[in-house]
């Protein structure tokens, strides 16, 4: 199995005070103040603005980021982690256009870049992971604000921390 490990930097281009972290962290504050730059050694990791795994979020894989716009971050505020699981598949996801898991649905099993390749609307407003994890984008062409939804229930659009229920693209999380 691979490791999972994640080192958050203050500064920009890997230097200042640093956190290497290896599993889930609620509040990272303690640790750093701030986060500019990250590498990721192992894993996808799903990055919070705010501590308790709330806020905007960031969903990043293995590689170097040497700053907080590269993983499409709005500023260099991190202060929760968790890590990624179900990223192998299989992958199934099913949409509604009402909450509640009402109105017209959609199944998925692939990526799609723009809703509209399939989706009439611009919103969803509830869904059932049925396998794997996955991720929405407030825009078309992974774009915009992102939510992780992991394999569950979702019966209103505020349960994966949306404020509103616009969705332009989804994608699987994948290892790869």
């Known amino acids: 199995m691979e490791k999972s490990q994640i080192v958050f930097f203050e500064d920009q281009d890997f230097l200042g005070k640093s956190y290497d972290c290896k599993g889930d962290s609620v509040d990272l504050h303690g640790f750093i103040h701030r986060c500019n730059s990250v590498k990721v050694e192992g894993g996808w990791w799903v990055l919070y603005e705010r501590n308790?795994?709330?806020?905007?979020?960031?969903?990043?894989?293995?590689?170097?980021?040497?700053?907080?716009?590269?993983?499409?971050?709005?500023n260099d505020c991190v202060r929760s982690c968790r890590i990624i699981k179900?990223?192998?598949?299989?992958?199934?996801?099913?949409?509604?256009?009402?909450?509640?898991?009402?109105?017209?649905?959609?199944?998925?099993?692939?990526?799609?870049?723009?809703?509209?390749?399939?989706w009439m609307r611009q919103e969803v407003q509830s869904c059932k992971v049925l396998d794997g994890s996955w991720v929405f984008?407030?825009?078309?062409?992974f774009c915009?604000?992102?939510?992780?939804?992991?394999?569950?229930?979702?019966?209103?659009?505020?349960?994966?921390?949306?404020l509103k229920a616009a969705v332009g693209s989804i994608r699987r999380m994948t290892e790869k």
Not at 88 to 95: E, F, R
Not at 137 to 141: I, K, L, Y
Not at 144 to 162: C, I, M, P
Request: glycine content about 12%.
């Open 86 to 118: 179900n990223t192998k598949g299989p992958y199934k996801l099913k949409l509604f256009d009402r909450p509640n898991f009402d109105g017209q649905s959609l199944e998925l099993t692939e990526n799609m870049k723009a809703m509209q390749e399939k």
């Open 137 to 141: 984008f407030e825009h078309p062409n």
């Open 52 to 74: 308790n795994y709330t806020g905007y979020q960031y969903v990043i894989g293995p590689g170097e980021y040497n700053e907080y716009r590269r993983w499409m971050g709005f």
């Open 144 to 162: 915009g604000r992102q939510y992780l939804l992991e394999k569950g229930e979702y019966k209103h659009h505020s349960e994966w921390g949306a």
